[in-house]
């Protein structure tokens, strides 16, 4: 069965950190290509990064790269975003992505991934 939970959000002042995490199930933490996306109100879920879990590669979108870092614990099938620097503008629903669609597809595309958590809010105050 195909599970993925975030967690590790919660309100910070601009300038601050957080790390979510997100646990899968063993059926959903595969050797393929997983991801974030967030979606404030109002607007369309946007991909922040995608990694590789067989190897650790990464991609990230430019409104993040330098702030953001996924990493992953392949023992506890977890993900982790660390996010530093953060300011208002990344105040979202975050999201975990997996079960990604295959070749051809854009790594940071909504579309390319059928498998969600359920989000978890993060908060920037200026």
């Known amino acids: 069965q195909v599970q993925l939970v975030e967690s590790g959000g919660g309100s910070v002042q601009a300038g601050g950190s957080l790390r979510l995490s997100c646990a899968a199930s063993?059926?959903?933490?595969?050797?393929?290509?997983m991801a974030w996306f967030r979606q404030a109100p109002g607007s369309e879920r946007e991909g922040i990064g995608s990694?590789?879990?067989?190897?650790?590669?990464?991609v990230y979108a430019d409104s993040v790269k330098g702030r953001f870092t996924i990493s992953q614990d392949k023992a506890k099938r977890t993900l982790y975003l660390q996010m530093n620097s953060l300011n208002p503008e990344d105040s979202a629903m975050y999201y975990c992505?997996?079960?990604?669609?295959?070749?051809?597809?854009?790594?940071?595309?909504?579309?390319?991934?059928?498998?969600w958590g359920p989000g978890t809010q993060v908060t920037v105050a200026s």
């Open positions: 992505a997996a079960d990604f669609q295959g070749a051809g597809r854009s790594l940071l595309h909504w579309q390319s991934y059928n498998a």
């Open positions: 063993k059926s959903t933490y595969s050797s393929s290509y």
């Open positions: 990694i590789y879990t067989n190897d650790g590669y990464t």
